[in-house]
T-cell receptor, first 113, second 112 residues
Framework: GDSVTQMEGPVTLSEEAFLTINCTYT??????LFWYVQYPGEGLQLLLK?????DKGSNKGFEATYRKETTSFHLEKGSVQVSDSAVYFC????????????FGTGTRLKVLA | EADIYQTPRYLVIGTGKKITLECSQT?????MYWYQQDPGMELHLIHY???????EKGDLSSESTVSRIRTEHFPLTLESARPSHTSQYLC???????????FGPGTRLTVT
């Protein structure tokens, strides 16, 4: 069945370090892919998305490229800030066949000053 | 700017009480969802609605019930709260099945 697997956390980085959070998926058809971010005490908010293969989503310095050949959608940022400390969720949706919207288990990021 | 609201933000209540968690959105979205988020952060879909008078149970079995008599309003009710219901409850809406979901700030429920 469909699934989303993301790297376990917590991930602890120093400010200005390079960030990668891995996300791989299993799905039939052509899903849309998303990254959401959840700051402490808040709900999730969309960070970026990609709807077809080779699309690159970007926002606030974060990027992720939809790689169909490796079924991956890894999140990257060149220089993290303390304010990026949050939980990051990878997700997919597809409407072919039975509708599915699946979230990964979340990766906690802590950035130290 | 997404406009989806949840009240209350925090609730501490005794065992056996009936509670309703409110969720409203002003975006005119047909699709609405309730998630339970455990301390390990994972999200579990407990209810969803594709429109007025349409409600379905999600992947995680829940003793709660929901109603959808207006597009903008999707309340969740627990008839008799128990300590096992202690959790964070997140409401979300979406303009379509494959689009991004917009989340409210959540209700943190503690049942003593």
């Amino acid at each position: 069945g469909d699934s989303v697997t993301q790297m376990e956390g917590p991930v602890t980085l120093s400010e200005e370090a390079f960030l990668t959070i891995n996300c791989t998926y299993t799905a039939t058809g052509y899903p849309s892919l998303f990254w959401y971010v959840q700051y402490p005490g808040e709900g999730l908010q969309l960070l970026l998305k990609a709807t077809k293969a080779d699309d690159k989503g970007s926002n606030k310095g974060f990027e992720a490229t939809y790689r169909k050949e490796t079924t991956s959608f890894h999140l990257e940022k060149g220089s993290v800030q303390v304010s990026d400390s949050a939980v990051y969720f990878c997700a997919l949706s597809r409407a072919s066949g039975t509708y599915k919207y699946i979230f990964g288990t979340g990766t906690r990021l802590k950035v130290l000053a | 700017e997404a406009d989806i609201y949840q009240t209350p933000r925090y609730l501490v209540i005794g065992t056996g009480k009936k509670i309703t968690l409110e969720c409203s959105q002003t975006m005119g979205h047909d699709k609405m969802y309730w998630y339970q988020q455990d301390p390990g952060m994972e999200l579990h879909l407990i209810h969803y609605s594709y429109g007025v008078n349409s409600t379905e149970k999600g992947d995680l079995s829940s003793e709660s019930t929901v109603s959808r008599i207006r597009t903008e309003h999707f309340p969740l009710t627990l008839e008799s709260a128990r300590p096992s219901h202690t959790s964070q409850y997140l409401c979300a809406s979406s303009p379509g099945l494959i689009y991004e979901q917009y989340f409210g700030p959540g209700t943190r429920l503690t049942v003593t």
